[in-house]
């Protein structure tokens, strides 16, 4: 029996080093189950599309697809965006089943990445009680999104940081820089900031910015190809093929 593809569903950018970073990702994924087929494929910027991909698969001869969007939060592309884009490759491809595994987010694994990115930079176990740390993720319009990012703040807070703010690159406030002047403004002379971002390019850079503007002490890398992170889409992907097999014996 075959194991269903994993496609990997990420954003796009016009930014090359996020499809290097998503290549890098995928690559990570392939070494952690060799004879998976992992391909991947972009909602814009970049190629190739998600409709070029199901068509080449279905003309290759595939019969399932796991569709896995390469996102941290159920916010407009994983409720919008994504199921339209497969809803019309379904009825352009009926002998192809494809089925969108869950979103990234929120999950250990993400929240593990996050410490790792952070000891990268810098952070030592000893610095934690007397940091505070700004949680800067992309940001969305969505308040499920929002409310996801306020709860991992939350929750980060419990593991020893002396405080947590959570940062929104775009359309939701506070900034990051605001966010750090909020810190230092409570009387927090540490600050670091953690991108919750899995990819280089604007927003990134924009939380970036915001840290040095603001004079954060240590600035994460984003999550990029982590171990951890290979393994949760790994963990999606299973969890979608164990919701497939359930409903098909139901």
Known sequence: MTHPTLLVIAHGSRDPRHAATVHALTERVRAERPGLRVETAYLEFNAPSVPRVLERLAAEGADEVVALPLLLTR??????????????????????????????????????????????????????????????????????AIAVIAEIARELRHTGWCAVRPAFASASLPGTEEAVRALRADGVRRVAVAPYVIAPGRLPDRIAAGAEAAGADVLAGVLGPAPELARLLLNRYDEARVTVGASLSA
């Open 75 to 144: 916010a407009f592309h994983a409720k919008t965006d994504i199921p339209s884009v497969l809803r019309e490759a379904r009825a352009r491809l009926p002998r192809l089943s494809i089925r969108q595994a869950d979103v990234l987010g929120p999950s250990p694994l993400l929240n593990a990445t996050l410490g790792r990115r952070l000891r990268e930079a810098g952070i030592r176990p000893g610095d934690i009680p007397r940091t505070g740390l700004v949680l800067a993720s992309a940001g969305s319009t969505d308040p499920e």
